[in-house]
């Protein structure tokens, strides 16, 4: 035996070893030293092969542990799978739990005649990730077909928007610079590239608010601020059905379209062909790009109609509408023709631009007699603020200044009795000494709070008109106290 493996054992194990005594079968420590016993015999046979005997023969691995196995927190189970199987006693078989058995690949080696049982199934695993593909997916880059919407800030103020459908070529071009196709293509959206001149463009996709804002128009559409309230008035849920009067350029519609859902339908009547087809074409722009986006259709359930709402409502009887809404010039005079349709209870909003045209509205039920009751007549309005750290003009950081206390006369006159030493002192501050960005604390940075110089001023008025059912009239023939 070689002496340098001797060495290397554990100082009572070198003993018995050189003594030739060594614990008897059965005991603890009886798997323990048949280890040992094992490594000792590896190091001579290693030794023998270095000194020329014959070649070495070759020494013995532990299997690789399958990456399915549970790894049992046993100490026992640990010990046992590092020795090799013949060498484990009785007593050690009976100490292990049904859980803690022998792993497969000993129990291979006890029974190496048995053949492998035959797979059950086309059971397949996935293979083990690593830790950098278990973090969450980060969402699907820009491809060919996707809506984009490209933004240049500069300080607190947008200068540069515009949406667009991205193509395999081509390029983006502005008054600060172009950004090819070609580098847009696989970028992930919420990022900021740099244009041929330098400047930071963010590219994201828009959404429905802002497609509705920045796509094509012919009319003039209704903002998302007032399509927001009339779809409170009117309380669209998924898979009813809806009216509506005068598609414009289809902003409406796309809100309506998702709001019912694949199961509902939205009717849109518009009079004039060049209306009628820039709205057709602006809800398959955004379906397509939304089938791009997403990979799933978006519900074809909207039926542009180019013609008069009081021409073709007659072959609408057996038609009942959950809702309706009116952007007409005269809407007083389609409602009689349109309440016929309208569900008991159902609500009408309508979208008038002048007060005189809400009078004329109001004034026209009430000659016509119409069941409709006016519960409302709002106007929304929304301020848009500015909140952003102050800079200067050099692009340092504003430095806060603290407030100026006015003094009675009789502390002046003993401010003015003291040393200038201490007013030096007295009159220097944290705040007026100028730190760097890194050590300022959290909060000593003065912000800009003010509403933005232009604000969205009037859009429109909001009626919402309720369909009920008149009270019979009173006979006067039963008296009930």
């Not at 790894?71 to 292990?96: G, K, N």
């Not at 939205?266 to 397509?288: M, Q």
């Not at 997403?294 to 013609?307: K, S």
């Not at 004329?360 to 848009?384: W, Y």
């Amino acid at each position: 035996m070689s002496p340098l493996c001797v060495g290397r054992m554990m100082p009572w194990l070198r003993n018995a070893v050189l003594c030739g005594k060594l614990p008897p079968a059965g005991s603890a420590g009886s798997f323990l030293a048949c280890r040992h016993r094992v490594h000792v015999q590896r190091c001579v046979n290693h030794s023998d092969s270095q000194e020329g005997h014959g070649p070495a023969a070759p020494i013995p691995t532990r299997p690789a542990r399958p990456l399915g196995n549970r790894r049992s927190l046993s100490p026992l189970d640990r010990v046992s799978q590092m020795i090799a199987p013949e060498f484990i006693s009785q007593e050690v078989h009976d100490l292990l739990s049904p859980d803690e058995e022998l792993s497969d690949p000993q129990r291979e080696q006890l029974s190496p005649t048995q053949p492998p049982s035959a797979p059950q199934g086309n059971t397949t695993h996935a293979p083990l990730q690593d830790d950098g593909d278990l973090s969450p997916p980060q969402g699907t880059p820009f491809k060919p077909g996707d809506l984009v919407l490209a933004e240049y800030k500069r300080r607190h103020y947008s200068m540069f928007k515009k949406m667009f459908v991205l193509k395999s070529s081509g390029k983006l071009v502005s008054n600060w610079g172009a950004i090819s196709s070609l580098d847009i293509v696989g970028k992930l959206p919420g990022q900021k590239l740099l244009t041929s001149t330098g400047h930071q463009f963010l590219l994201k996709r828009p959404s429905l608010e802002e497609f509705v804002t920045y796509m094509k128009r012919g009319p003039t559409i209704s903002y998302p601020k007032d399509m927001t309230a009339m779809m409170m008035m009117m309380d669209v849920s998924p898979g009813d059905v809806v009216l509506e009067a005068g598609s414009g350029s289809g902003a409406l519609s796309l809100f309506l379209s998702r709001a019912v859902g694949s199961e509902g339908c939205v009717h849109s009547f518009e009079v004039r062909a060049d209306h009628h087809a820039i709205a057709k074409n602006n809800f398959l722009k955004w379906k397509n790009g939304w089938q791009t986006r997403c990979g799933q259709p978006w519900p074809d359930n909207v039926q542009f109609i180019n013609r008069n709402v009081l021409d073709t409502l007659p072959d609408y009887k057996s038609v009942a509408f959950d809702a309706a809404a009116l952007d007409m010039l005269n809407p007083h005079v389609a409602l009689p023709a349109i309440i016929e349709n309208l569900k008991q209870g159902a609500v009408c909003a309508v979208y008038i631009a002048n007060i005189t045209q809400v009078i004329d509205l109001l004034e026209g039920i009430r000659c016509c007699e119409l069941p409709l009751l006016c519960e409302k007549v709002v106007e929304v309005k929304i301020t848009d603020w500015l909140v952003a750290p102050s800079f200067r003009k050099d692009g340092s950081i504003s430095k806060r200044v603290g407030p100026k206390l006015t003094l009675p006369p009789e502390n002046q006159i003993l401010e003015e009795t003291d040393d200038d030493d201490d007013d030096d002192e007295e009159s220097q501050t944290d705040e007026d000494l100028e730190l760097p960005t890194k050590d300022q604390p959290f909060g000593q940075m003065p912000y800009i709070a003010r509403p933005l110089p232009w604000q969205t001023g009037h859009t429109a008025f909001l009626v919402q008109l309720r369909k009920f059912k008149p009270a019979p009239e009173h006979t006067g023939t039963g008296d009930h106290s």
